[in-house]
Structures are given as structure tokens and as C-alpha cells.
């Protein structure tokens, strides 16, 4: 995304006109770039219930890239921007998310709890059992056996499946619940989209001074 487009997308983000904040979303979704991903979750935070619900499926297309970004959500965002990035990490499926999803399932918020049971359905049920059993060896024995009792109300075979691989692991954790194997790289990618973001925003507030 050229600095050109991506301030056009903020602009129109940043507009009350619904189909111009759309538009914005559009924009973003055509480019495969980072910037284009953060103005993305800028979208799913969005009080417009209308704007999310259009994001969520935009973002989606993202990928991978959006994963790391989405899971940030779960754990800093109000409670309808956590169950928009539940249903965007359902819809991507990466199997990366899965810890941190879990993490949701007894959210407060039946909403957030809703969309975070039916993302663990998804994500276990569309993997790969390979990547699913690397997953599992990530987590202790606790997260273990709610990942059992979550699959076992929608997919007794595979419950029964990860408890047979399951009988044969230490009782550790080999990683917390947030973690991934890019998270370094991730987590400073995130910040230099932040500061993007925020360099755009503040040169917008400046020329809108300037022309008035």
C-alpha cells in the first residue's frame, strides 16, 4: 500500500459517511501489505456493528498475517471487538490461535464465549491432526482438558483421538497460551503499524488545521 492510498483509506475510515468507511475497508483488503492489515483491525474496533461485521470478513482474507494482530484483541479489546477477532481467527483457521481462543470460552460476555466455542469447533475440526497434536503440546494439563471437553460437545471421535495422544505427555506447559513461533517478529512488525498509523493520523489532523 503506497503512503498515498493508505492515507485515503484513513481519511475515509475516519468519515461518517457508512459506505465511504466500507470503501476504506475495500481499499484495504485489496492490498496485501501490513499497513493495509492495521487499518483492518482498525475497522474491526469500530462501535459501527455494520462496519465490524463487513471487517471480520475482509480481514479474513488477510490470513495469516492478521492472526497475531486479532489475538492482541482477545486480550485488550471491549467486549464486541473481542468477539469480532473471535470470528475472524474462525474464519482464517490457523491453528496458532487455538490457545489463545480457549482463553475466551468462559468470557463473562455470552457473546464472546459463544463466538469463542465456536471458533475452537472450527479450528479443531478443519486442522490438520498433526498441527492440531503440536498445538496440544503446548498446553498444561488444565488447557488440555478444557480443549477436551470443548471438542468433545461437537466431535467425540477427535476428543477421544487427543486424549490417546494426550495420555502420553508430560504435564508442563512447553509454551504459555499466547504463543506462537513468529511472536518477536510479530510483535515488532505490530509496533511499527502502530506508529504508521499513527504518523498518518497526526499528518491528517495537521493539514486539516492548515486548511481551515
Not at 482474507?61 to 494482530?69: I, R
Request: glycine fraction near 6%; proline fraction near 2%.
Amino acid at each position: 500500500m503506497t503512503d498515498h492510498q493508505l492515507t485515503e483509506a484513513v481519511e475515509l475510515l475516519k468519515s461518517r459517511d457508512a459506505k465511504k468507511r466500507m470503501t476504506a475497508v475495500d481499499m484495504a483488503a485489496e492490498l496485501n501489505t501490513a499497513g493495509s492489515v492495521a487499518l483492518l483491525i482498525k475497522a474491526i474496533q469500530d462501535q459501527s456493528w455494520s462496519l465490524r461485521e463487513y471487517a471480520i470478513k475482509k480481514t479474513a482474507l488477510a490470513g495469516h498475517q492478521a492472526v497475531q494482530p486479532l489475538i492482541r484483541l482477545l486480550r485488550d479489546g471491549v467486549w464486541y471487538t473481542r468477539a469480532a477477532a473471535l470470528q475472524a481467527l474462525e474464519l482464517i483457521g490457523d491453528i496458532v490461535a487455538l490457545n489463545a481462543v480457549m482463553g475466551l470460552c468462559k468470557d463473562p460476555n455470552r457473546s464472546v464465549s459463544e463466538a469463542a466455542r465456536q471458533a475452537v469447533s472450527v479450528l479443531t475440526g478443519k486442522t490438520e491432526m498433526g498441527a492440531l497434536l503440536a498445538q496440544v503440546e503446548k498446553m498444561n494439563s488444565e488447557q488440555r482438558g478444557i480443549l477436551i471437553s470443548l471438542v468433545s460437545e461437537s466431535n467425540a471421535n477427535l476428543a477421544e483421538s487427543l486424549k490417546a495422544h494426550m495420555a502420553g505427555l508430560p504435564t508442563y506447559a512447553a509454551s504459555g497460551v499466547f504463543s506462537s513461533a513468529d511472536e518477536p517478529d510479530m510483535a515488532e512488525r505490530l509496533q511499527g503499524l502502530r506508529r504508521e498509523i499513527k504518523t498518518i493520523l497526526r499528518q491528517s489532523g495537521r493539514d486539516g488545521n492548515e486548511d481551515a
